[in-house]
Each structure stands twice: as C-alpha cells, then as structure tokens.
C-alpha cells in the first residue's frame, strides 16, 4: 500500500495529481467499463395471432398462461477515453443510476407484458428485451461515452448478447 508521501512523489514525477495514463501516440486510452445490473420479471411468450397450441408448440413452458418469471443479470458495456482530470471512461455511479432509471425501475418486479410500456404489443423474449433496453440507453449516456455491449442472462445458462447492430427483418 503506498502512502500519501509516496502518492503525492508519484503525481509529481508524472506532472498530474491523478487523471490518466496515456495511451498510443500520447491519446487518451480507449477503455470499456461494464456495470451489472439485477432485476427481476414475469412474462409469457407468444403471439396474440397464434392458437394456445401453438404457443405452446413454439415457446414451450414459456407460453403458460400463468405467467413464469426470471432474475435476470445485465451486463452494460460502455466506452470512450479515459478522462485525464478523473481517470474515468464514465463514473460507475452514474452509469448505475441511469441504468436504474431508464430500465430497471420499469421492469424490476413488473409484468413485461402488461407492465412495461416501452414493451407494449412486444413478444418479451429475451432478444427483443435486450433491443429494448438498448433503445433506453443509447442516446441517455455522456458526451464521448458508446454503449459497447449489453448482456442480458435470463437463466445461469441463457444469455443473449447484443452490440446495437442490426439486420433485414426476417
């Protein structure tokens, strides 16, 4: 463990009293941070359009029609450069309060079909949950801050992972 002499002779030999380490060509280093978040939810899949038998057929016990739930892990993923005055991509603090408030106060102990309305009319499969959530976050983080990456695990043994990217409808 240093001590305060010992930190404050490091800041001086590299001219700052914190900030960042300089990355190729003397830039600020590009960095990802992640965050995990906790919530949980019901929901049932299937289709409106779609016979109970064929709910069932397709989604399985997800189709109960009394509802099933899960507690889900969510990785978010952020980056940029880090900051020369606070050595911080972005402050994991504010990073988890604006996951908080634009996803997991809408979804935490809620019916993802009836409750969230952001999912209204949406079959909430975990895929289309991860879209979603995206969609909230994107354009809600700092200047010079990217969503990299969401992970979102339904079970320990199921996750879907998405990057913002997007394909022709199917």
Not at 90 to 99: F, H, I, P, S
Not at 104 to 127: A, F, K, Q, Y
Request: net charge negative.
């Amino acid at each position: 463990m240093r001590t305060n002499e010992q930190t404050a002779q490091g800041d001086e030999r590299s001219g700052a009293a914190g900030g960042a380490v300089a990355g190729p060509a003397g830039r600020a280093a590009r960095v990802q941070v992640t965050r995990r978040v906790h919530f949980s939810a019901a929901h049932r899949l299937g289709r409106p359009d779609w016979s109970a038998a064929r709910n069932r057929e397709t989604f399985g016990q997800c189709a109960s029609p009394n509802w099933h739930g899960h507690n889900y892990e969510m990785d978010v993923t952020v980056e940029g450069g880090v900051d020369r005055e606070t050595g911080f991509v972005m402050d994991l603090k504010q990073l988890r309060e604006l996951v908080e408030t634009r996803v997991v106060e809408d979804v935490d102990h809620r019916n993802l079909n009836l409750d969230v309305p952001w999912l209204s009319g949406i079959n909430p499969t975990t895929e289309n949950l991860i879209v979603g959530i995206w969609s909230r976050l994107v354009d809600a983080l700092p200047a010079g801050v990217s969503l990299a990456r969401l992970v979102l695990w339904e079970t320990p043994r199921n996750y879907v992972e998405y990057r913002g990217e997007r394909v022709e409808e199917r």
